[in-house]
Structures are given as C-alpha cells and as structure tokens.
C-alpha cells in the first residue's frame, strides 16, 4: 500500500525564495494534494494561471489574496477557492503560512 | 460568479454530537470541498467509507487515526490521505481540530 500517513517530521521544506517563501508538500494521493506554503511578510505569490482547481486555508498570519481581479484579506481561518484556470496570486502582509490543496496533483511540484 | 471567498466569520458551525464534535464547512466549488470538525477529547468519528477521496491536516490536538486497519497518531501539522472507499475512521485523544478536503464535494453535507 502506498503511503498514506504524511508525518509533518518526514517531510521536506523547500525553498522557493531564500528566505522569503517555502513549501512543503503534504498528504497526497489519487487526486488530491495538500502543499504548505510559508511566507514571510511582503513576499508575494505571483499571479499565475493553473489547469487544476484549488482550496486555500490560512493557517497563520495575513495575507491580500486575488482571484480574477477581487481581491480580500485573509487571516486565520479565511479560505477561498480557485477554479480551474483562475488568474490568482497572493501578497502575505503578515509573516504566515498557506494550506493549498489541489485537485488533480501538481505534478509540477514532484521534479 | 459564484462565492470564492469564505470569511471565517461568515461560517456556519453544526454541532454533530453536542458538545462533543462540531464541523464548518469552508470553500468549496468545483470537484473540491474544505471542512473542518472540531472535537473533545474522547469523541470518536467512527470508521466509515465514502467514495470521495480525503485529505486531513491535524491543525491542532491529537488523534488517533485508522485506514484501512492501520492506526497513527496524528498532532498539529501531520496528515493522512485516505483512498476512495477506504475504511476510516478517528479517536479525538486531545481536543482538537482536523481540516478534510475532500474530492467530488460531499453533497451530504450540504442539506
């Protein structure tokens, strides 16, 4: 059976941006991935387009997240969902972190 | 366009067993839904199946999580991926709260 339990102490925190952003990818399988993404205050998620849908969750801190030009802060708590191809990006205005999940796998983030 | 944005604030908490385990259903659209269940030490989500594939991150507390017969304890910041119709289920060990992400969306929970 493949792995199905993802202990937060195995996993791999990568660097996007030295000392600005990172990511560590979570559970995954079948169609679903769950990726952290952690930022520090004033750095950005570029706007970018995907195939794939996804949720976000704010585990911590603040964050100016747009979608197809609306743009709302998100705190703890706050989610938001991105529909396939949705032109989003992200400013974190408060040091945090990210939990995106997406349908099907960003096999981009497998290399 | 439909909602894309789900203020925490704006939610609405359904008690499942008084007292005991709650749940807020958070974005959602498309092939995607979020929810998050709250529970008291004790309380128990018993193993069931669905045929929607899952993700679950322990945001905080502890639980003892079984699929498919194999159990692990799960504490902030672990997760587990939980295959279309695989058996499941959890015991709440420390007061906590799990993020599910499920795929299609649970149309249960809707009504």
Known sequence: MADLFFPDAGLV?????????????????????????????????????HAHEQVSYCLAGA???TVEGETRTLKTGD?????????????CVEAGRLLDIFTPQREDFLD
């Open 63 to 65: 964050f100016q997240f």
């Open 13 to 49: 925190r990568e660097t996007l941006e030295p000392g600005r952003v990172s990511r560590v990818v979570r559970a995954r399988g079948g169609g679903l991935m769950m990726v952290e993404v952690l930022f520090e205050g004033g750095a950005a998620g570029a706007e970018h387009r």
């Open 79 to 91: 989610s938001v969902f991105i529909p396939a191809s949705a032109l989003h990006g992200t400013l």
